[in-house]
């Protein structure tokens, strides 16, 4: 079979571009392969610190889920403590109100005690009291 010496020339000319496009894409390939190892690697270190990260905030939250259950309990024995100072309070002022019933405190006038207590004045209303 002939050919043509002008096809010749094209034919081994596009031979050539195909070569070193070849040779181009081989050399990409390369720096391609090279940066995928590369980022792989990043990649697994990264994975790896993630994996820490991510125990370290497993057990935060499981810290700050102990820490929240002891606050709940502190605020409900707070809340007894206070209902119960609250109960004291009003027994005692109860109490309070009793023993002055008893001994006279509450009557409309007290008896001038200077018979039984020498020395004993009625002590004067201050100055701005009612």
């Known amino acids: 079979m002939f ?9 081994q000319a596009r031979h050539e571009r195909l070569v070193r496009l070849l040779a181009t894409t081989r050399e990409q390939l390369a ?6 190892i590369r980022t792989a690697g990043r990649n697994t270190a990264l994975s790896e610190r993630l994996e820490v990260a991510r125990g ?3 057990a935060d ?5 102990q820490l929240e ?3 709940f ?3 409900r024995a707070c809340v007894r403590y206070r209902a119960t100072v609250w109960r004291l309070e009003r027994d005692n ?11 006279g405190l509450t009557s409309s006038g007290i008896a001038d005690s ?11 209303p201050k100055a701005g009291a009612r």
Request: proline letters at 4%; zero cysteines.
């Open 3 to 11: 050919v043509l010496r002008s096809k010749h020339r094209d034919l």
């Open 31 to 36: 720096d391609w392969k090279g940066s995928a």
């Open 69 to 71: 259950t002891r606050l």
């Open 114 to 124: 200077s018979s039984w207590q020498p020395g004993f004045e009625t002590p004067k």
């Open 93 to 103: 002022a109860r109490l309070q109100r009793r023993l002055d019933d008893a001994v």
């Open 56 to 58: 370290a905030v497993l």
């Open 61 to 65: 939250n499981e810290y700050v889920g």
């Open 73 to 75: 309990r502190l605020l």
